[in-house]
């Protein structure tokens, strides 16, 4: 209503059945093999939106092995996927990943030769590779699945495989499948022709799912916008917004990076919370929810009991830099005058215009 009513309403397009957008087509093919890297810090960021959405995003550990070890999972196994059979899936990844060895032996097997796709994915881009990928590269490649990989301990490396098949798994069927796995009808770049992007995926029926959704396709709107200035001029003019109530559903790590560069290339975003609360839960670090907050140049706050919201907003309205001065002068017995000044800064209470309260 709001679009039509400023002669906007062909503008809108409403994110839903039959829409759709293969995240993973869509970056392999903007850059083929190269573009690889980008598939799994995608994959990566959908696993970081399944822990949001079962409440485990905020969780801090000093130990960053859980999530290092899926990431290099992934990087040794994008590629090669890709290379071998032209294309990736989220089912291709999981079925590379389950039937890849785990001890050296099993590349001596006949037996396991013939029935693993990770087995027959390495034969085959060794032989006859769908897409071309460098000797240096493939090397490096099989040698982790030989022999890097194969060292991790059975336990731990059991626990690093269910926890991130079982993420990935969303995506192979019900509605993430059909709107992030088939076919493509949206990109993110349609915004800057002036289409506005609405994600029809309400948490409150998609759940988990529409968390995960949103979060992946604002993601990759993020990472688009960043790049826009290098491309054709007539993709860089139009200013583009992020506009998200119950922001808390869908902050994430990369905001407060986004944040920083965003005005460069036209963006613009719009985040409403309860509390900021709400962001140091999620989020499960204050100085990257603080980061954020520090790049939002206008803030505005309501009626709240949130007490830290109320405190930051204090020292964010109320409060000052004063500049305080003091000084003396004295005469001496020849009668030369010197004279003495001391200056000092403090943050003092900021006396608001009356209409304010």
């Known amino acids: 209503a709001y679009a039509k009513a400023n002669g906007r309403a062909n503008s809108v397009i409403v994110f839903q059945e039959p829409f759709g957008f293969n995240f993973i087509d869509y970056e392999l093919a903007r850059q083929g093999i190269d573009g690889t890297s ?34 290099q999972i992934l990087n040794y196994t994008v590629p090669i996927v890709y290379a071998a059979w032209g294309n990736v899936t989220v089912q291709m990844i999981i079925d590379f990943v389950m039937s ?8 001596d097997d006949p037996h396991w030769l013939s029935n693993s796709f990770a087995a027959q994915t390495i034969q085959r881009v060794a032989v006859s590779p769908a897409v ?36 990935l798994d969303r995506f192979n069927h019900g509605r993430l499948h059909k709107a992030f796995c088939q076919g493509t009808s949206i990109v993110p770049e349609m915004t800057f022709q002036g289409m506005i992007i609405i994600m029809n995926m309400p948490t409150l029926t998609w759940n988990e799912d529409g968390i995960i959704g949103q979060h992946l396709f604002k993601f990759m709107w993020q990472r688009a916008v960043e790049a826009r200035n290098g491309m054709d001029i007539t ?17 994430s790590s990369y905001d407060f990076i986004y944040q920083s560069v965003c005005r460069s290339a036209r963006g613009i975003t ?11 839960a999620l989020l499960g670090n204050r100085d990257q929810a603080n980061s954020l907050l520090g790049n939002f140049q206008n803030k505005v706050f309501h009626a709240n009991a949130d007490a830290p919201t109320n405190a930051y907003a204090s020292e ?14 004295s005469t001496n017995p020849e009668g030369e005058r010197s004279t003495s000044i001391n200056v000092s800064q403090s943050l003092q209470p900021k006396v608001l215009p009356a209409e304010f309260t």
Not at 100 to 107: G, H, I, M, N, R
Not at 271 to 280: A, D, G, P
Request: with cysteine; proline share 3%; hydrophobic share 40%.
């Open 38 to 71: 980008n598939v799994v810090e995608c994959l990566m960021r959908v696993l970081a939106a399944a822990d949001h959405a079962t409440g485990n995003g905020g969780k801090a550990s000093g130990d960053r092995f859980w999530e290092d070890a899926p990431r």
């Open 235 to 251: 993709q860089q003019q139009r200013p583009v917004f992020l506009w998200a109530d119950e922001a808390q559903n869908f902050v």
């Open 316 to 329: 964010v309205i109320a409060s000052a830099m004063v500049s305080l001065g003091s000084g003396g002068a």
């Open 270 to 280: 719009v985040y409403l919370t309860q509390n900021i609360s709400n962001y140091y």
């Open 132 to 167: 071309a990928i460098s000797d240096s590269q493939l090397r490096t490649i099989i040698s982790y699945w030989n022999t890097q990989y194969t060292r991790i301990p059975e336990k731990t490396l059991g626990n690093i495989i269910i926890s991130m098949t079982t993420r």
């Open 100 to 107: 890849s060895a785990t001890t050296p032996k099993q590349w």
